[in-house]
C-alpha cells in the first residue's frame, strides 16, 4: 500500500462541507467514492482541515493509502477523469507510512475574499466572496488583526458547544490587504490549529469594527475571554478558502 498527500481544490458552494454525513452531499464522500470505483476497495481520506457547508478549498490537503499500482502520477489523472466539475485533484505525492493530512499538519492558512465595490453582488463573484457592497476603515480591520499574532485562547472566537480539549491557537499571520481594481479587501491567517467557525467569526467581527459598528478593543476584549463581550454573527461561508497545510519534510518520499 502506498501512503499519499492529495491537494484539492472545491467549490463548496453545492456541498454540505468536507465531513461525511448520512445525508447532503460532502467532498470527502465524493472523493472516497471515486477512489472505492478506482481500488476497488474502500479508502478513507482525511483533510487537513474540516470545512463547513459553502466554504471553498484552493489547497485542501487529504491523505489516504491506496494500492502500491497507483504512483502519484496516474492517480491525479485517473481521479481527475471520474471527479464531479466542482472536484479536482492538484497533486499528488507520496508520503512516508504513518503520514495523516490532519494530526502531522504544522500550519494550515485561510484567506477570506470580501466584496467592497457595487458590482459585488454580480452572480459571477457572490458565489465566491462576501458580497458586502460597501467601503471599509482599511486601518481599522489593520488595527484588529494586529492583536491576533501569537498563541492565544480563542475560545470568545469558536462555537461554544466545540469539544476540544482546549481552545489555544497559535497565529503566525493575520493580515488584511486590498485586492485589486479596488474591488475589495482580502485576509490571510495562518495558525497551527483553528477552531469551528474560528475565522468566520474573526471576520465578522473585524468587519463590524471597520464599519464602526464596535470598538477595536472588544477583539483584545474577546481574547481576554470578556464575559461581557460576544463575537459579531460569522462572515457568510462563501467568502471563506482552506489554502494550504504544512508538513515537516520527514513525512515526504
Request: charged share 25%; net charge positive.
Amino acid at each position: 500500500m502506498r501512503p499519499v498527500l492529495l491537494t484539492l481544490h472545491f467549490d463548496g458552494g453545492q456541498f454540505a462541507g468536507w465531513q461525511r454525513q448520512p445525508e447532503g452531499r460532502t467532498v470527502q464522500a465524493g472523493l472516497e467514492a471515486v477512489l472505492a470505483r478506482l481500488t476497488g476497495q474502500t479508502v478513507t481520506v482525511h483533510a487537513a482541515g474540516r470545512t463547513d457547508a459553502g466554504v471553498h478549498a484552493v489547497g485542501m490537503a487529504v491523505s489516504c493509502v491506496v494500492p502500491e499500482r497507483w504512483d502519484p502520477p496516474t492517480l491525479v489523472r485517473a481521479v481527475n477523469a471520474l471527479l464531479p466539475p466542482d472536484m479536482w485533484v492538484v497533486s499528488c505525492r507520496e508520503m512516508r507510512p504513518g503520514f495523516h493530512a490532519r494530526t502531522k499538519a504544522t500550519e494550515r492558512r485561510y484567506r477570506y475574499l470580501i466584496g467592497t465595490d457595487s458590482t459585488a453582488r454580480s452572480p459571477f463573484r457572490r458565489r465566491f466572496e462576501w458580497a458586502l457592497g460597501e467601503p471599509l476603515d482599511t486601518g481599522a480591520l489593520r488595527q484588529a488583526a494586529a492583536v491576533l499574532a501569537g498563541e492565544h485562547d480563542f475560545g470568545g472566537f469558536s462555537v461554544r458547544s466545540s469539544p476540544r480539549n482546549h481552545k489555544r491557537c497559535r497565529i503566525s499571520r493575520a493580515e488584511w490587504t486590498a485586492r485589486t481594481n479596488c474591488s475589495g479587501v482580502v485576509f490571510e491567517i495562518a495558525a497551527d490549529r483553528f477552531l469551528h467557525h474560528m475565522v468566520r467569526m474573526l471576520v465578522g467581527t473585524m468587519v463590524d469594527i471597520a464599519r464602526g459598528r464596535r470598538s477595536v478593543d472588544d477583539m483584545t476584549r474577546l481574547l481576554d475571554l470578556d464575559p461581557g463581550v460576544r463575537t459579531s454573527p460569522p462572515a457568510p461561508p462563501q467568502g471563506l478558502y482552506f489554502v494550504s497545510a504544512a508538513f515537516s519534510a520527514e513525512w515526504y518520499v
